[in-house]
DNA sequence: TTAAACTTTCAGTAATTATTGAAACTTTAA
DNA sequence: TTAAAGTTTCAATAATTACTGAAAGTTTAA
């Protein structure tokens, strides 16, 4: 297989998988096409090489630097931007990580949080069973938030593997 | 405030919380107000109450159900069927993990694996570099796997902080 | 058996989200 | 300056995903 059909198998199976993730297809293409490539791409090359219009390579790209996963780069005596993708893949997981808390755990304790501060009015079998469970899925967020910032920590096999057994 | 507007209040911020974790609005408020009920309900009580059709309570009450997130109940001298959410904070982490590992997690690695088995040709420069940033992949995905797992065990609070100190 | 009570399915439609492409804007070199 | 090269924006459109409602299917009690 040559190079190039292997880089267009991974963008193509990376960006339906993105769509899983809730990353839109062309931004998860984009990402993975940088990501495979030892040299940085200019919007022209990433538009040929996926089939990409101009406005949704430069939305996207804007995106991706955004989460910082990609970073503009200049090359000598070309006027164009180009663009590389980090290569670090615990540096991608963190990113990746804050992101998603940012979209998926901060609200959520947010408004379990407001219900919380509420002076709830009903029967006390219903109230209570009510607050216990805010105050159930508030604890376990808090948990939660922990962990994936731990998560992250562990990028170093010695860690990985002390916790490992401290588990097992 | 009353507890029916506290609960409604509730469902709607989870359904829409619930579509920022790519889960369908209406799925995440059926789970929301189980989650908030004492008793457990009828598809005709969770029909009016979030206003939703009959065939949409359905499907995603069977979703819900295959996500063993709620069970099927029945009443004595009741004949329809009754829903319950599990209440268990840990129990249904534990089950939206393994759901999100099957969707996020195992398609990925197989793209990766599959990749990693073919012969690629191209320049010595270039065909090392896709192959390492596979290499970095796969392995931080096992990673990722065997943490998850873990971060389910992680339900005690002695465990959890054994694991905060070691990580500080 | 039959008919009422209840559940499931699914074609059609609505709502949401992603993408295009062209016009407007910005920068740079002559 | 100015015009060519490059970038950004955004209204229009396409693609995807979720929801409805009614018809078909199933179960149960008389």
């Known amino acids: 297989m040559k190079i190039e059909d292997a880089r267009l198998a991974f963008v193509q199976g990376w960006g339906t998988l993105g769509t899983a ?3 839109p297809r062309s931004m998860a293409q984009i990402h993975a096409l940088l990501l495979c490539n ?28 955004h989460w910082n996963l990609v970073k503009k780069q200049h090359k000598l005596g070309e006027r164009k931007e180009f663009f590389a993708a980090d290569q670090e893949i615990w540096s991608i997981a963190q990113h990746i990580v804050n992101e998603r808390k940012r979209r998926e755990l901060v609200p959520v ?8 501060g509420e002076m709830i009015e009903g029967t006390p079998n219903e109230v209570k069973h009510f607050q216990a469970m805010l105050k159930d899925l508030d604890e376990f ?7 994936a910032d731990m998560a992250i920590k562990l ?14």
């Open 155 to 168: 990028n170093s096999n010695v860690l990985f593997k002390r916790l490992l057994k401290m588990l097992s």
């Open 141 to 147: 967020l808090d948990q939660m938030n922990t962990l």
């Open 38 to 65: 030892p040299e940085s791409l200019s919007t022209e090359d990433v538009m040929e090489t996926i089939q990409l219009s101009r406005g949704n390579v430069n939305t996207n790209m804007r995106e991706l630097i």
């Open 109 to 116: 304790q947010q408004l379990v949080k407001e219900l919380r």
């Open 21 to 23: 993730w809730g990353i």
